[in-house]
């Protein structure tokens, strides 16, 4: 029977049982309630419960689906099938995979453990095109997002290397690129296979591969379920619909539910292709329109309908509002994006307040996960308790952060970094500016920061050093499981009365629990449970940004959520305010997808709808149709930041690197060069140091009736390379010869002449300051002009994308202040592909350089130390661990 509380357009689709079935369900129109009822239906009809095959997106759908059929389907019922695409074929393989050579026990693979076997399949083929050996890891995230599509698009590691092998006559570097790719997919299956890995995409890859080639077991399973049901089915990648095609069977009994308006995850594979191709599939395919939306008030839908109207190609519908009117959507306008934070905890405050709405009915919408921390930090200053849900950079919550501090400063008291962090919490209460001093101290003093603080007199201190030797005491017979239990008992971490409230208090305890769990996973997978191991492991999942989402808080908390709008699909809150509206943020530009499947592989083709700002608006409607009676829109001019007044000496001298190190971050000056924090060696400096000394010492031993030879060249590299104690000694075989090649390049080219100045020392008066630097050589032409030269080692930029580029305007007010050299010209030597590209700084190109000088040097008296969060740039700054403001 069919409930009566249905529209008819429901009860059409519920009603449809024999046949191909295509519901186009309109955002908020009931489509949960219309898959259930018709599975009710099946079963009313006499179809068990294990013939039923029920596909959604996520877990969370499955259990929604799954806990509101076993409420209402009173019949019995076996085993329900209602899960997951990837659940469904990795239980498939579990049953089948033997038959293409997949063991039972095969185990998915993690996403540090992929990472980690890329490199590896980089370090043995060494392509030159994917591996550099001065950044060998740089290209590894490309290659796996590469194999992920490839595996979508059902291409096997054989079909792959057969185009390469097609290819061999192109000369292009990005062919040239796609080839080396294709070999490394065929090495990284391998290496998975051996170890009885598979990732998400590998389950219905294989299972697709074992269908097509196994018609018999094809065939079984189209038996097993007489009735398919898939929702969201826009969100579907290829792969995924062909499995649903190849399970169908001959009746066909397939019902897909999807609405071409929320196709939002193109960045996972998905495709509103999906929905044109079910209709050429199964070409007699009922359609059912479901248009009546019972979630949002009139105004809502109107504004979303208008967004929503202007991509030409979606299939036509248009949503009813059965809740008649409401508030009209508003918008609120502020000059920074602190001020527009501040807004928003302001009306969501007095929405609360005035008892529009409960906080856990409010969500704040972003359009990525590295917005979230403006909104949350408003939330704090104004009092209104808010959860996270969903978002990543665990691994940069504070607690998290604290908790690995005490970890890494365990194994290694040497990291002032950790100790600094840890000094700060209340278990010992060292005033930071205090904290700076000493390290200041150590460095000056040349003396260890932890010996430093066991003398001091300061019981924060002295408790500190006290807890990590009992730590590492403890770390040499524990494993590292139940060492982290014993450092959160000891030091009750948990305990401590610091929290702003009880959802903030709930929140820690639950990354903290995660934590623990995610330590306990890495017990289980791993032979080794020492410390350092762990350890180990942790720095590649750094490498890797394999980070994990925040803990969730159940759903009952009363607090408002912040999420991404990612997150927020298929929910539904009673007020959503959507920030950033500004092009760049949302819509965000287009980023360049790296690696690209070859066109000639791709199994079909992408409609104009794939276009990146068809979806950044089809993005907007999903937050918008998240509403049930209110919306607010909001945007924001010129980006700034908080400015903290923090400890600083005064100054009267700045080199280039402290001028530059500002530029970047003024919080990354502070640590290091307020309270000179010492940094970690890197690879790529140490290289590039290396080749410097080389140049230095070749070029210095010119003599008139000496010329240079290789011979002296590469004895120079081969002195420096030894002088340098090198931090990754597993890359340092494939740096020296890459700098090898480098040096006989520049030799063969004749560039390698004896120099006017070499490595020569400036200090240039600017407004006051003292601004010193290092010129790598100058050279005087037979015409008269001078040249200053830099040595690079990166890549190589074309003059016109380096005219604002201020080391070469300090080197031109060197030159021309204290050098007096006219004419001159500036030339960056990029060593890499032994090119010169030179650069001409008019005089109002120098008076801006040197006004940029004289604003740092006026931030940096004022104290003014703002942290400038970036991803890429806070994912290698030695200080992220310290930094509260460091970017997820």
């Known amino acids: ?306 967004l929503i109207a202007l991509d030409p190609e979606r299939l036509a519908k248009r949503l009813e509002a059965t809740r008649g009117e409401g508030r009209p959507v508003s918008v609120l306008t502020a000059t920074n994006v602190i001020e527009e934070a501040d807004a928003v905890a302001a009306y969501v405050k007095t929405a609360i307040d005035e008892g529009r709405h409960r906080p856990n009915a409010i969500a704040i919408l972003l359009r990525a996960n590295a917005h979230l921390h403006n909104f949350a930090r408003a939330m704090q200053r104004i009092g209104v308790a808010y959860q996270v849900s969903g978002g990543r950079g665990f691994y940069q919550q504070p607690e998290i952060k604290d908790c690995l501090a005490f970890l890494r400063a365990t194994d290694s008291p040497d990291d002032t970094v950790c100790l600094m962090r840890l000094l700060s919490l209340p278990r010992y209460a060292v005033d930071p500016i205090q904290a700076g001093r000493w390290s200041r101290r150590a460095r000056d003093e040349g003396r260890r920061f932890f010996d430093l603080l066991e003398e001091a007199q300061d019981d924060g201190a002295r408790r500190l050093t006290a807890d990590l030797r009992r730590f590492a005491g403890q770390a040499l017979r524990l494993g590292i499981d139940d060492l982290f239990y014993d450092v959160m008992e000891q030091t009750r971490y948990l305990d401590l009365p610091r929290f702003t409230g009880p959802i903030e208090s709930l929140q820690v305890s639950a990354n903290v629990q995660k934590l623990a769990e995610l330590i306990g996973a890495y017990c289980d997978e791993h032979a080794d449970q020492h410390l350092a191991s762990y350890l180990q492991h942790l720095n590649a999942t750094e490498a890797a940004q394999a980070d994990e989402e925040i803990a969730p808080l159940d759903e009952t908390v009363n607090a408002v959520h912040l999420m991404t709008v990612h997150q927020a699909k298929g929910l539904e809150f009673g007020l959503v305010i959507v920030p950033h509206l500004v092009e760049g943020r949302f819509p965000s530009n287009r980023r360049g997808e790296g690696l690209m499947l070859p066109n000639e592989l791709l199994k079909e083709e992408l409609p104009p709808a794939e276009l990146h700002l068809a979806e950044e608006r089809r993005l907007a409607y999903v937050a918008l149709t998240r509403a049930r009676e209110e919306v607010v829109c909001t945007l924001a001019g010129a980006r700034q930041v908080e400015l903290p007044l923090n400890d600083a000496p005064p100054i009267a001298a700045l080199s280039y690197t402290q001028v530059d190190t500002y530029l970047r971050c003024p919080q990354m000056y502070q640590y290091r060069f307020v309270f000179r924090l010492p940094t970690r060696p890197r690879p790529q400096m140490q290289f590039g140091r290396i080749l410097h000394e080389a140049l230095k010492d070749s070029l210095g031993s010119i003599e008139r009736d000496r010329p240079l030879t290789w011979e002296m060249v590469n004895a120079a590299y081969v002195a420096a390379w030894a002088r340098e104690r090198f931090c990754a000694p597993e890359q340092a075989p494939s740096l020296q010869d890459l700098g090898r090649g480098y040096l006989r390049r520049a030799f063969d080219a004749g560039d390698l002449s004896k120099p006017l100045l070499l490595e020569q020392p400036f200090s240039l008066r600017v407004d006051g300051l003292r601004l010193s630097g290092r010129i790598d050589r100058v050279d005087r032409h037979a015409d008269g002009m001078y040249e200053v030269i830099d040595y690079k080692t990166g890549s190589a930029k074309r003059a016109t994308d380096l005219q604002r580029d201020l080391q070469l305007g300090v080197y031109a007010l060197a030159a021309r202040e204290v050098f007096r050299f006219d004419p001159l010209k500036l030339s960056y030597y990029y060593l890499e592909t032994s090119e010169r590209v030179t650069v001409d700084k008019p005089s109002e190109r120098l008076e801006e350089d040197r006004q940029t000088i004289v604003r740092v040097a006026d931030g940096i008296r004022a104290e003014l130390f703002p942290a400038k969060p970036d991803r890429m740039k806070c994912s290698a700054c030695d200080f992220r661990l310290l930094c509260p403001s460091a970017a997820v």
């Not at 290819?167 to 170890?195: C, G, K």
């Not at 890995?197 to 065939?219: E, G, K, M, W």
């Not at 969201?232 to 069977?249: M, P, V, W, Y």
């Open 1 to 306: 029977m069919i409930t009566t509380a249905l529209t008819d357009a429901q009860k059409t689709a519920v009603a449809h049982t024999q046949g191909p079935l295509l519901i186009v369900a309109g955002a908020g129109t009931g489509k949960t309630r219309v898959l259930v009822e018709r599975y009710r239906r099946l079963r009313g009809l006499g179809v068990a419960a294990e013939q039923i095959l029920l596909l959604t997106f996520t877990e969370k759908a499955a259990r929604e689906v799954l806990d509101r059929v076993e409420l209402e389907d009173e019949l019995p019922a076996g085993e329900r099938f209602i899960l997951t695409y990837h659940a469904f074929a990795q239980r498939f393989l579990q049953e089948e995979g033997w038959l293409c050579g997949i063991p039972k026990s095969f185990r998915i693979v993690s996403e540090v453990r992929k990472w980690e076997l890329m490199r590896d399949v980089l370090l043995a083929q060494r392509p030159p095109h994917l591996f550099h050996a001065q950044r060998p890891y740089e290209r590894i995230a490309e290659l796996l997002k590469l194999v992920e599509r490839l595996k979508q698009e059902l291409v096997s590691p054989d079909e792959f290397v057969a185009w390469a092998g097609s290819m061999a006559d192109v000369d292009d570097p990005t062919v040239a690129a796609q080839r080396e790719a294709a070999f490394a997919y065929r090495d990284y299956q391998q290496r998975l296979l051996v170890e009885e890995r598979l990732d998400f995409d590998d389950t219905i890859y294989y299972t697709v591969q074992l269908l097509l080639s196994q018609p018999s077991v094809a065939a079984r399973q189209s038996q097993r379920f007489a009735h398919l049901m898939v929702d969201e089915f826009q969100d579907t990648n290829f792969g995924q619909s062909r499995l649903l095609e190849l399970i169908a069977g001959p009746e066909r009994n397939v019902c897909v539910v999807g609405d071409d308006d929320q196709s939002i995850y193109k960045f996972r594979g998905a495709s509103v292709a999906n929905l044109r191709r079910f209709r050429s599939v199964f070409p007699d395919a009922a359609v059912v329109r479901l248009e009546q939306n019972f979630r949002s008030r009139g105004p809502i839908l109107r504004a979303a309908g208008r």
